[in-house]
């Protein structure tokens, strides 16, 4: 028999927005992190930032490892009701990928990045290659 999983309003989640009780909504699963503020690579404060909150983008935006993703099934306690998950559809929407097809070619952060380090590159390459500081 199948185990019923267990659901959470936005509401619900909002009011474990402490250090006594941590939970944050990750791809609408709810997970309760308390036990693991002490463990948090980055520190407990990032987790109690996010308390109570939909912490999709700023979990996403710090490019967690497979084994991270792994280690969070363990606090995961449920999911976001239906009728809450598309509330937080549209911070999601807003979120664009590099790799996202619906981009159609606007500017995103890799894109500014990559052009910030082409920029940074090309006085070393020409003057490594002679154009610049030699008078031969």
């Known amino acids: 028999m199948a185990e019923e999983i267990k659901t959470f309003t936005l509401t ?9 009780s941590v939970w944050i909504i990750i791809h ?46 363990k606090y995961k306690i449920g999911e976001l009701c239906e009728a809450d998950k ?7 929407e807003k979120t664009i990928s590099w790799s996202d097809p619906k981009n159609n070619g606007n500017s995103s ?5 990559t052009i910030s380090i082409v920029i940074a590159l090309v006085p070393i390459v020409l003057y490594r290659m002679g154009y610049f500081g030699s008078n031969k």
Not at 12 to 20: D, L, P, S, T, Y
Not at 35 to 45: A, I, S, V, Y
């Open 12 to 20: 619900e989640v909002a009011e474990h927005n402490e250090k006594k």
């Open 28 to 73: 609408d699963c709810v997970y309760d992190v308390t036990p693991f503020l002490d463990e948090h690579p980055g520190g407990e404060e990032v987790l109690i930032e996010q308390a109570g909150k939909d912490a999709t983008e700023s979990f996403e935006d710090v490019g967690h490892s497979t084994d991270a993703r792994d280690i969070m099934k």
């Open 86 to 92: 598309k509330k937080t559809k549209k911070v999601e």
């Open 109 to 113: 952060d890799w894109m500014t990045w």
